[in-house]
């Protein structure tokens, strides 16, 4: 089965700074999607950016990047010009690529906050 | 765009009563997944599926049951409900293969 850890449980940046959330993973699948997901106080669990594992190149949404290293089963997720909304809990997910296995595999999450 | 609807958004039960949980999928989508998000924790996969037939099963008590209907909305049960029940319940949909989108979330507290 797959696993996700993400090791910082809390994390804060200062705004405009740059922050690096961490997240490793294991599986013995050769293909599969990895998630980070943003969940503000609302509780509503955003889509923040998504990588394939066959791409080599390194996703990124605008302030948003991920450093995929297949090799070492890293996925970390580095926000840049943090600002205040960025502040939330962040979880970085698994996802198999497998019809019928395409559950989301979370980890424990990293509360990211913003100092003003 | 449509979203993911889940109803009621807030529910509030008593130990051994019965909950029931509404998912309506983003049209055209073909595959529901439910989630559970137990206070300070990560959401935890419960059951899935796709074309109205269970197509993956996690960590669902034996006490919950679900189903997908012939219009693709869901619905969870959850019967002689306990207080570690009390929890955010996620639906997500999503085209088979594709990306997940989550609905808002149903809050279950049970008392």
């Known amino acids: 089965a797959q696993t996700v850890t993400q090791s910082q449980p809390e994390m804060s940046v200062q705004e405009a700074e740059t922050v690096t959330l961490s997240c490793t993973y294991d599986?013995?699948?050769?293909?599969?999607?990895l998630f980070w997901y943003k969940q503000p106080p609302s509780r509503q669990m955003i889509l923040v950016i998504r990588?394939?594992?066959?791409?080599?190149q390194n996703a990124t949404e605008n302030r948003f990047s991920v450093n995929f290293q297949k090799a070492a089963k890293s996925f970390s997720l580095k926000i840049s010009d943090s600002q205040l909304g960025d502040a939330a809990m962040y979880f970085c997910?698994?996802?198999?690529?497998?019809?019928?296995?395409?559950?989301?595999?979370f980890g424990q999450g990293t509360r990211l906050t913003i100092n003003p | 765009a449509a979203g993911v609807i889940q109803s009621p958004r807030h529910l509030i039960k008593e130990k051994r009563e019965t909950a029931t949980l509404k998912c309506y999928p983003i049209?055209?989508?073909?595959?529901v997944y439910w989630y559970q998000q137990g206070p300070g924790q990560d959401p935890q996969f419960l059951i899935s599926?796709?074309?109205?037939?269970?197509?993956d099963k996690g960590s669902i008590p034996d006490r919950f049951s679900a189903q997908q209907f012939s219009d693709y909305h869901s619905e969870l049960n959850m019967s002689s409900l306990e207080l570690g029940d009390s929890a955010l319940y996620f639906c997500?949909?999503?085209?088979?293969?594709?990306?997940?989108?989550f609905g808002p979330g149903t809050r279950l507290t049970v008392t």
């Open positions: 997910a698994y996802r198999s690529v497998i019809q019928g296995a395409q559950k989301l595999v």
């Open positions: 049209p055209r989508h073909d595959t």
């Open positions: 997500a949909s999503s085209l088979v293969g594709s990306w997940q989108y």
């Open positions: 599926f796709y074309e109205k037939m269970q197509s």
């Open positions: 990588q394939e594992a066959y791409k080599q």
């Open positions: 599986t013995s699948e050769s293909d599969y999607y």
